[in-house]
């Protein structure tokens, strides 16, 4: 059994609380990068590449949503 396989009932658990905080706290850029990564490891590319802009347009200086973009483009 894999990693991914272990920790997948986990999986929804974890992105529904992205989605609280999102709600919470809608000018979070780091959950917009998670959900980027969410989306990612999911295979959803656009979904990802938009997420990671969304986060980018929240926080034009964080490091972590920019090179999140370059790793899904």
Do not use: Y
């Not at 992105?15 to 295979?43: S, Y």
Request: net charge negative.
């Amino acid at each position: 059994m894999t990693t991914c396989e272990l920790l997948n009932p986990f999986k929804k658990a974890g992105q529904g609380l992205l989605k609280l905080v999102e709600r919470i706290d809608p000018m979070n850029a780091d959950t917009f990068v998670l959900e980027g990564w969410c989306a990612f490891h999911d295979g959803d590319v656009s979904v990802a590449v938009e997420k990671a802009r969304q986060a980018i347009e929240l926080a034009p200086q964080s490091a972590k949503a920019w090179i999140a973009l370059g790793f899904f483009e």
